[in-house]
């Protein structure tokens, strides 16, 4: 079965500088990675996904990340981040065109400080 | 555009008595659809989902289950709540099949079961 996990449950950054949000995945086969943004009291929204093709994926809101297979790795990251990114972030994956069964991070928490 | 509506947005219930929450759908035809529930604002448990009519899949054995009557129309319900069953439930849908294509959420329901 397929996995993501993401190492950090907080995440602190200072507005402007850069940010990274990490997660790293565990599957059998070739994996389709999604990353989420959740605002308080509020439902995930998409921010970019990994397919197939160039391991650098952009995204909504200035983010994007770049899907590593030698390490696993599907980092979501920012040049310059603003307040307003603070926020709940979930790596996904899934397993297959076919699959129906999304695997979801436990999240990391997201603040940006002025 | 599609638009995924959630009802109630919050919702105390006392231990014992019944549940209903609805999502639905608006926008496109044969999504499928997803329950999930969300415990102090951090990861997500997959509950249901559902790939048409009448069609639903169960994650975990509990207390709560699924129907789906028509075709963007999701509920999930429970005959007698337990307090654990308190959480942010969020309802989402994708366009079939799902491995290759990103969720949409619901703005969620907030339930206390006291």
């Known amino acids: 079965a397929q996995s993501v996990a993401q190492p950090e449950d907080q995440v602190n950054v200072a507005e402007g500088n850069p940010l990274t949000v990490k997660c790293t995945y565990s599957?059998?086969?070739?994996?389709?990675l999604f990353w989420y943004v959740q605002y308080p009291n509020r439902g995930l929204q998409f921010l970019l996904k990994?397919?197939?093709?160039?391991?650098l994926v952009k995204g909504s809101y200035g983010f994007e990340a770049e899907f590593n297979k030698s390490q696993t790795s599907f980092h979501l990251k920012k040049p310059s981040a603003l307040v307003s990114d603070s926020a709940l972030y979930f790596c996904?994956?899934?397993?297959?065109?076919?699959?129906?069964?999304?695997?979801f991070g436990a999240g990391t928490r997201l603040t940006v400080k002025p | 555009s599609q638009t995924i509506h959630q009802w109630p947005a919050t919702l105390v219930q006392p231990v014992g008595s019944p549940l209903s929450l609805e999502c639905t759908v608006e926008g496109t035809s044969n999504p499928n659809l997803y329950w999930y529930r969300q415990a102090a604002g951090r990861g997500l448990q997959l509950l249901f989902y559902?790939?048409?009519?009448?069609?639903i899949s169960s994650e975990v054995p509990q207390n709560l289950s699924a129907s789906r009557p028509q075709d963007r129309q999701f509920i999930l319900s429970s005959k007698k709540l337990l307090l654990s069953d308190s959480g942010f439930y969020l309802c989402a849908w994708s366009a079939q099949p799902v491995g290759a294509y990103e969720q949409y959420f619901g703005p969620g329901t907030r339930l206390t079961v006291t």
């Open positions: 996904a994956v899934t397993l297959g065109y076919n699959n129906n069964d999304m695997r």
């Open positions: 990994y397919i197939t093709g160039d391991n």
């Open positions: 599957v059998s086969g070739n994996p389709y």
């Open positions: 559902s790939v048409g009519i009448g069609q």
